[in-house]
Each structure stands twice: as C-alpha cells, then as structure tokens.
C-alpha cells in the first residue's frame, strides 16, 4: 500500500508563489503516475496536474496552465506542486494521489483512476 503525506501549504497573498511537497511510501514510487487535486469549500474535488510515472508527461488543467507546473523526484519518492502568481480562488485544500491498479503508470485527470490519497493540505491565498 501507498501512504502519501503532503507539506507546504499555508497563507500566501495574491501573485504569491508555494511549492507543494507529496513524500511516498510503502510502494514503488517510480510504478506510480502521480497527480494533484484541490477541492474547494462547498464545491468538489478537481484536477489540477498529472505527471507519467517517469515524468516525461505532464497534464496541467486550463485553470492553472502557466501558473502551476508538477515534478518529481523517483529517487527521492516525492512530486512536487510549484504554483506561481497564485490567486484567490486557488484557496483549497490540495490533495496528492497515486494512480490505483489500472495503467498505474499513465497519467490521467480522471478522480476515479487514482487509488491512493494523501491527508491533504490547506493553501489560502489572500487578495
């Protein structure tokens, strides 16, 4: 089993930059395409990115293209989330996930394709 645990989150103003850390464990990191989500107050989970078990292929949401772009470390078993020129309505909180049995290593968009969940962690952005 996968166990994820998030980190970097917190309160940053307006045009701000974080980087969003994901550690994993208790698999093998590199099987695993990896993805983030964020999921508003009152409103449900999205897609935000989505890297290739290799990193060679990235997916990024129109919402945040440009803004925000995903990484990885197979040797360090961590993705990575850096979101510039933040904005208020990228408050949520974020969440990352591994890719479940099916194609674990292809990257999707797709909530249900992914079997492993992290605690998440909060961002607030502030205008």
């Known amino acids: 089993q996968v166990q994820l645990a998030e980190s970097g989150g917190g309160l940053v103003q307006a045009e701000g930059s974080l980087r969003l850390s994901c550690a994993a464990s208790g698999g093998t990191f590199s099987n695993y395409a990896m993805g983030w989500f964020r999921q508003a107050p009152g409103k449900e989970r999205e897609f935000v990115a989505g890297i290739s078990r290799s990193g060679d292929i990235t997916y990024i949401a129109d919402s945040v293209k440009g803004r925000f772009t995903i990484s990885r470390s197979n040797a360090k078993n961590t993705v990575y989330l850096q979101m510039n020129s933040l904005k208020p309505e990228d408050t949520a909180v974020y969440y990352c996930?591994?890719?479940?049995?099916?194609?674990?290593?292809?990257?999707?968009?797709?909530?249900?394709?992914?079997?492993?969940w992290g605690q998440g962690t909060q961002v607030t952005v502030s205008s």
């Open positions: 996930a591994a890719k479940g049995a099916r194609l674990p290593g292809m990257v999707s968009s797709v909530l249900a394709d992914y079997g492993y």
